[in-house]
């Protein structure tokens, strides 16, 4: 299944784009799909656990379960000042 990733700030920096898409097997979940961007781009390893996850624009603290075509954004997390 196909699902399509924005990240945002530092994490752009980190993957060189604002905009992924990558194929996921059937029954992927949040946490699947953090595993393998993990392993496509090391540098996002400091994040992890840091930054919100939104699928489909709502924002999730549990693992859940992707459909195809879903959109996961990864937000690092901000300061103000």
Same mark, same amino acid.
């Given at each position: 299944? @196909? ?7 530092? @994490?752009?920096?980190? #993957?060189?784009?604002? !905009? $992924? =898409?990558?194929?996921?097997? =059937? *029954?992927?979940? #949040?946490?699947?799909?953090?595993? =393998? $961007? ?6 996002? @390893?400091?994040? !992890?656990? %840091?930054?919100?996850?939104? %699928? !489909?624009?709502?924002? #999730?603290? =549990?693992? @859940? $379960? ?7 954004? $990864?937000?690092?997390? #901000?300061?103000? *000042?």
């Amino acid at each position: 299944m @196909l699902i399509k990733i924005k990240v945002f700030a530092s @994490l752009r920096d980190i #993957t060189g784009t604002g !905009n $992924l =898409e990558l194929n996921l097997p =059937e *029954g992927s979940t #949040t946490e699947t799909l953090i595993s =393998e $961007l993990m392993r496509q781009f090391p540098g996002l @390893l400091p994040f !992890n656990g %840091v930054f919100r996850i939104a %699928v !489909n624009q709502e924002y #999730t603290a =549990e693992t @859940l $379960l992707l459909h195809d075509r879903d959109e996961v954004a $990864l937000i690092p997390p #901000t300061s103000g *000042g």
